[in-house]
């Protein structure tokens, strides 16, 4: 199985490194010397990684044969792709893959059928899991722990408190203006 563990960004510096932005909570494993990854577009790899650094809280990379900024450049949102077994699972008891959350069924708290997961978007802040519903419509919901409070596995369910308006349109409307009269 193949996950996504990396997008190269720009180049850094004039000797073929570039700055990476990181998709894998084990970087130290899947971003290490010597890895092989698969890239998308595929015409742009294998590539193999050379060196890796920290440097300003940024994780710069060399891949061989890249050697001067053009080559580097020239990489940029170049999406890195590792091999992994389908039976490996994350370190820590609260984290999973993608594919393992990919297809749950999402329901409430209380039993109501909210959709399945059928895409995760990983943004700056919090990932995000695109569920459509059975209508076909389709509602983003935050993974965050205050929102997403079970994955079960076993039963291939997400189980989540939403507050009002997150899936219907019942958004609770705080005025100030409403205080005062």
Request: aromatic content about 2%.
């Amino acid at each position: 199985m193949q996950l996504v563990v990396a997008r190269i960004g720009r180049a850094h510096g004039i000797k073929g490194e570039v700055t990476v932005e990181v998709r894998t909570d084990e970087p130290e494993l899947r971003l290490a010397p010597g890895a092989v990854l698969a890239t998308e577009p595929a015409s742009a790899g294998p590539l193999t990684i050379e060196t890796g650094r920290v440097h300003s809280g940024r994780l710069l990379l060399r891949f061989e044969g890249v050697r001067d900024r053009t080559a580097a450049e020239a990489l940029r949102n170049i999406l890195l792709i590792a091999d992994v077994d389908p039976e490996e699972l994350p370190e820590e008891e609260d984290e999973y893959y993608d594919h393992q959350l990919m297809d749950l069924d999402v329901v409430t708290a209380d039993g109501v059928e909210v959709g399945r997961i059928t895409e995760i978007s990983h943004l700056p802040s919090q990932d995000l899991f695109i569920v459509e519903r059975p209508d076909g419509s389709e509602v983003m919901i935050p993974f965050v722990e205050q929102i997403v409070t079970e994955i079960d596995l076993e039963e291939q369910r997400a189980v989540i408190e939403p507050p009002p308006g997150l899936i219907d349109d019942q958004a609770e409307i705080v005025s100030s203006r409403e205080e005062e009269a």
